[in-house]
């Protein structure tokens, strides 16, 4: 199961995202590059996190995403838009990275429920780095079911 949703509460961040246990998300990060200054960005290193703490190292992220130009995979982080002054970026969240219940669980199996703090960064191929999004809330929730009792 996918969430997939734009409505965003009043009151909430736009870059705020939430997620639930054990399902997938598929996070857009849309760039607006309005004098095209960046130029292509195919061939950038991309990395995204998910911390207890944004001033911790990225090497104690519960939640680690890189493109695979940067070691990572397209399955985990890609580009969509390279060109424009628009462009696209997205990270895919898996069952796997907020729930420390799998056989394979995350690195730093501590994404339980809660708030967490998130970035992306980007390195462009001139050698640059720049915050693709500020940073923000990653919020982790409980599953929500619904048990339905045959009738009998």
Not at 106 to 133: C, F, T
Request: charged share 25%.
């Amino acid at each position: 199961m996918t969430d997939s949703c734009d409505y965003q509460p009043e009151g909430i961040h736009p870059n705020d995202v939430t997620v639930y246990q054990k399902r997938n998300r598929t996070i857009t990060l849309n760039i607006e590059d309005p004098d095209d200054e960046w130029g292509d960005i195919t061939g950038s290193l991309l990395w995204f996190s998910v911390k207890s703490d944004s001033a911790k190292d990225d090497t104690d992220a519960i939640i680690t995403k890189k493109n695979a130009d940067n070691g990572g995979a397209d399955t985990q982080m890609e580009i969509i838009t390279a060109t424009g002054v628009l462009k696209v970026v997205r990270v895919y969240i898996v069952p796997g990275d907020t729930n420390p219940d799998t056989d394979d669980p995350p690195a730093n199996a501590l994404a339980l429920p809660g708030d967490y703090d998130m970035d992306a960064v980007i390195e462009l191929p001139s050698g640059d780095r720049l915050q693709l999004l500020e940073p923000a809330r990653f919020t982790i929730k409980r599953p929500t079911t619904l048990t339905v009792n045959p009738v009998p």
